[in-house]
C-alpha cells in the first residue's frame, strides 16, 4: 500500500516532534509519535530522556480511548524488548491501534524488525521507509553506533578566509563572529561528548560546557544535561586544577596504559580515567578511543582540538563530518593551520570531502563537509 500525503505530513510532524529531544535523549535515540484517526491527531509525544517514557507511551497517554483503531506514527520501528522501560509494542498492541507507520527500522539489534514483526502477529497493519532518510539523519549517533559499534564523529574547526586558525602566537579568539559562537553551543548541547586534546587545555583552560546566550544583561544559561568532556592526554600532564574538571557532568582523561601512575591525582580530582595502548606514533592510539566511546554510549562526538589532532582523525579516517566556519578576514600565511599532516607531493594523495551544506552565520558562512 502506497503512502499517501496525509502519512507524509503526520510523520513529518512525528519527526519535528523527535528533535525536541534534540540535546536529552543519549544514549537514546530521538523518536517521535503522533496518534492519528479519523483524520484527526489524537495523542503525540516525543522521547525526552533515557530512563524516562518512550514517544509512543506518551502519545498513548495523551490519546486514552480515542487511541483504539488510531494510526500511529512513529518516526522509529517500536522497541520489543525491556530495557530501562516496557516495550513499547506491548503498549500498542493493548491500545488497539489499527496500523503503525515507522520511518525506519531499529538499528539496534535486539529491536530490528522485531518491533514491526509482533505488532503485525498481533493483526495490526505496519509499514516502514517513510522519509526514512529525514529519520536517519536526525540519529546519526545512534544508527553508526547500533551498526558498528563507533559513534559518529563531527569536527568543529573555524578558519580566515586564508585557511589559518590561529596567529603565529596561538591567539584565536574571536576569528569568528558572536552569532556562530552561539551556534557552536548548539552543536555542543546536541553532542554526547566533546573531544579535545591537552594542547588545546593547556594553552586555553576552557570549560568546554554548553550554554546558551539570551539577549543582555542575562547571563549565560547552562543546560541540564551537558555534554562529557573528553581529553587525550598520553601522559597525564591536565592539572587537577582545570576549569573543566569543576564543570557539571562528566570528565574523561585519556592516556596511555604505561603512565597510569600519573592519572592518580585526576581520578582524585574527579576525572575518569581511561587507559589506552600506544599507536604507531607514541601517542593514544586512535582507533582504540573510538572503539572506547562506542562502548561507553556516546552516539555523537564532538571535537574541538587543534592540528594535531585534527590532522591525525583526518589521517586515520576517523571523522565523519567536518563543520567549519569561514571568517572573513585573514590572518597572515604565518598563523596556525587547520590540520598538521605529513607533506603530501601529489594532488592524488590529498584528503577529499563532500559538500553537504552552506550557510551564513551571522558574519560567517558555516560548511558542513563529509568524508
Not at 569543576?246 to 575518569?272: C, F, H, N, S, V
Request: include cysteine; glycine fraction near 10%.
Amino acid at each position: 500500500m502506497p503512502f499517501t500525503a496525509d502519512d507524509t505530513r503526520f510523520m513529518a510532524q512525528a519527526l519535528r516532534l523527535a528533535e525536541r529531544g534534540l540535546n536529552t535523549t543519549h544514549p537514546n535515540p530521538r523518536v517521535g509519535c503522533v496518534l492519528v484517526r479519523d483524520g484527526v491527531v489524537v495523542g503525540e509525544g516525543w522521547h525526552e530522556r533515557a530512563g524516562g517514557p518512550h514517544a509512543e507511551v506518551v502519545a498513548l497517554r495523551n490519546a486514552g480511548e480515542a487511541a483504539r483503531g488510531a494510526v500511529a506514527y512513529v518516526s522509529l520501528e517500536p522497541c520489543s524488548h525491556h530495557g530501562r522501560t516496557p516495550p513499547c509494542t506491548e503498549g500498542l498492541i493493548a491500545a488497539g491501534v489499527s496500523r503503525v507507520v515507522a520511518a525506519m527500522t531499529d538499528p539496534n539489534p535486539l529491536v530490528s524488525g522485531k518491533g514491526l514483526d509482533s505488532l503485525a502477529a498481533a493483526g495490526i497493519e505496519t509499514a516502514v521507509g517513510l522519509l526514512g532518510a529525514e529519520a536517519k539523519a536526525l540519529n546519526p549517533g545512534f544508527c553508526k553506533r547500533m551498526a558498528t559499534g563507533l559513534p559518529w564523529v563531527f569536527s568543529k574547526l573555524a578558519m580566515s578566509l586564508d585557511g589559518r586558525t590561529a596567529m603565529e602566537s596561538g591567539e584565536s579568539r574571536w576569528i569568528t563572529g558572536p552569532e556562530a559562537r552561539r551556534d557552536v553551543h548548539r552543536f555542543r548541547a546536541r553532542s554526547s561528548a566533546i573531544l579535545t586534546g591537552i594542547g588545546t587545555v593547556l594553552a586555553d583552560d576552557p570549560f568546554l560546557t554548553a550554554r546558551f546566550s539570551p539577549s543582555p544583561p542575562n547571563g549565560d544559561v547552562i543546560p541540564e544535561r551537558q555534554p562529557a568532556r573528553i581529553v587525550m592526554d598520553s601522559h597525564f600532564r591536565l592539572p587537577p586544577t582545570a576549569k573543566m574538571i569543576a564543570q557539571p557532568g562528566r570528565t574523561l582523561i585519556i592516556g596511555l596504559e604505561t603512565e597510569a601512575a600519573g592519572a592518580e591525582k585526576l581520578r582524585e580530582a574527579g576525572a575518569e580515567i581511561h587507559l589506552l595502548p600506544a599507536g604507531l606514533d607514541g601517542r593514544v592510539d586512535l582507533n582504540a578511543l573510538m572503539e572506547l566511546l562506542g562502548q561507553l554510549e556516546f552516539n555523537e562526538v564532538m571535537v574541538e582540538a587543534g592540528a594535531t589532532l585534527n590532522g591525525e582523525l583526518l589521517r586515520d579516517g576517523l571523522v565523519d563530518e567536518w563543520v567549519i566556519y569561514l571568517a572573513p578576514c585573514v590572518l597572515g600565511d604565518r598563523g596556525r593551520g587547520l590540520f598538521h599532516l605529513p607533506a603530501l607531493e601529489l594532488m592524488a594523495d590529498r584528503y577529499q570531502m563532500a559538500l553537504q551544506d552552506v550557510r551564513r552565520v551571522g558574519q560567517d558562512v558555516r560548511l558542513i563537509l563529509q568524508k
